[in-house]
Structure formats: structure tokens, C-alpha cells
């Protein structure tokens, strides 16, 4: 249904993750060094899912990641893991493809919810400060 809605689909296999984090990294390169940090670690935080596909599989993370993006650098085509064997694939080629509506959420939610959870802890921190204050 999603498919039908969206008229979108989105190469599979981490292909997209793997794309994704090889493109923050090259912006980080230009940008300011405090703003580097934060694109930095999301381009770490996209490399999850391809890593997590890796490790279900039994494979090595390190390894698959590191194939995946430099045949992406190389070839500039998408390239996924490829379960069996931990090479790069091409997920169109094989059919492995995801729901456009899906990876758009979980780009939106994913910085909401980091967002949230430091709010939380600045919370907490102030809390445990008011405490030591009334202490005092």
C-alpha cells in the first residue's frame, strides 16, 4: 500500500545508509568545526542500519561497510550488503528495495528523539543541581 501512496521506493540492503553517511561525511569536509562534529556523528547514526543488517547476518560490520562504500565511491551507484556473502550488491538489481514513507520517518523522528533525550538529561542535571543547592 505505502508503495502505491508514495509512488517511491528506495534501494534496500543499507544501500541508502551507506550512500547517505559517504555524502555527510564529504559536506563535513567544508564545513565549520564545531558543525562538523554533529554531521560526523550522523553520518555515524545512518551507518546503524547497514551494520545491523551485518551483524544479523552473521558477517562483520567493519568489513561489509567498508566494501559497500568504496564500491559506491567507485562505481557512484548505490550498493547494499549482500546477506550471504557480505559483498556489495546492487538492491535493484535484486529486488531489495524499501517504502519511501518509512525512511523519510525515521529521518524526521531519529534527530526529534536525540533532541529530546538531551532535553531530558539537561533535566536531570538541573534537578540533581536544585538538590545540591538546597543541600547547601
Same mark, same amino acid.
Given at each position: 500500500?505505502? !508503495?502505491?501512496?508514495?509512488?517511491?521506493?528506495?534501494?534496500?540492503?543499507?544501500?541508502?545508509?551507506?550512500?547517505?553517511?559517504?555524502?555527510?561525511r564529504?559536506?563535513?569536509?567544508?564545513i565549520?568545526?564545531?558543525?562538523?562534529?554533529?554531521?560526523?556523528?550522523?553520518?555515524?547514526?545512518?551507518?546503524?542500519?547497514?551494520?545491523?543488517?551485518?551483524?544479523?547476518s552473521?558477517?562483520?560490520?567493519?568489513?561489509?561497510?567498508?566494501?559497500?562504500?568504496?564500491?559506491?565511491?567507485?562505481?557512484?551507484?548505490?550498493?547494499?550488503?549482500?546477506?550471504?556473502?557480505?559483498?556489495?550488491i546492487?538492491?535493484?538489481? !535484486?529486488?531489495?528495495?524499501d517504502n519511501?514513507? !518509512?525512511?523519510?520517518?525515521?529521518?524526521?523522528?531519529?534527530p !526529534?528523539l536525540?533532541?529530546?533525550?538531551?532535553?531530558?538529561?539537561?533535566?536531570?542535571?538541573?534537578?540533581?543541581?536544585?538538590?545540591?543547592?538546597?543541600?547547601?
Amino acid at each position: 500500500k505505502n !508503495v502505491f501512496d508514495d509512488n517511491c521506493v528506495i534501494p534496500g540492503a543499507g544501500a541508502f545508509e551507506i550512500a547517505c553517511a559517504d555524502h555527510l561525511r564529504d559536506y563535513a569536509k567544508d564545513i565549520g568545526e564545531k558543525s562538523r562534529y554533529g554531521v560526523l556523528c550522523y553520518a555515524d547514526a545512518m551507518e546503524i542500519i547497514p551494520k545491523s543488517i551485518c551483524r544479523n547476518s552473521g558477517l562483520d560490520p567493519q568489513d561489509c561497510l567498508a566494501k559497500c562504500s568504496k564500491e559506491y565511491r567507485d562505481k557512484k551507484a548505490l550498493m547494499g550488503i549482500d546477506i550471504k556473502t557480505g559483498e556489495p550488491i546492487n538492491p535493484i538489481d !535484486v529486488g531489495i528495495l524499501d517504502n519511501y514513507c !518509512v525512511k523519510k520517518s525515521f529521518l524526521h523522528i531519529g534527530p !526529534v528523539l536525540a533532541q529530546q533525550l538531551l532535553l531530558v538529561d539537561e533535566v536531570m542535571r538541573a534537578g540533581k543541581q536544585m538538590q545540591k543547592d538546597k543541600i547547601a
